[in-house]
């Protein structure tokens, strides 16, 4: 079992910036991709960046690309999203996930699905005013 925690969220302003955090713990070895995802009320949950434990890979939805950067310490099975510039429209609930099989298929669309992931986290609230 592996329990993942979410962390950072907050009220912000447009064009500000908030980091949000995941840490992973329990039987984490083995871990392969992480990403985040969200869910804004009213919406499904979409994906927001995903990341390989290698950290050479990372993808981007295109409404965060060039504003939000996923990384991860894998010493510390944390996965982290700097949120910069950010709008009214970010606003969500945000959802980290864990996938323990190697993804071996075109990654983009793989880290893109929601249900390629293994674990979820319960989610943390960012709320971004105008």
């Known amino acids: 079992q592996v329990t993942l925690v979410e962390s950072g969220g907050g009220l912000v302003q447009a064009g500000g910036s908030l980091r949000l955090s995941c840490i992973a713990s329990?039987?984490?070895?083995?871990?392969?991709?992480m990403g985040w995802f969200r869910q804004a009320p009213g919406k499904e949950r979409e994906f927001v960046a995903g990341i390989t434990r290698n950290v050479l890979t990372r993808y981007y939805a295109d409404s965060v690309k060039g504003r939000f950067t996923i990384s991860r310490d894998n010493a510390r099975n944390t996965v982290y999203l700097q949120m910069n510039n950010l709008k009214p429209e970010d606003t969500a609930v945000y959802y980290c996930g864990t996938v323990f099989s190697k993804i071996t298929s075109d990654f983009p669309v793989t880290v893109a699905r929601e249900g390629t992931y293994d674990y979820w986290g319960q989610g943390t609230q960012v709320t971004v005013s105008s």
């Open positions: 329990g039987r984490t070895f083995g871990m392969s991709a």
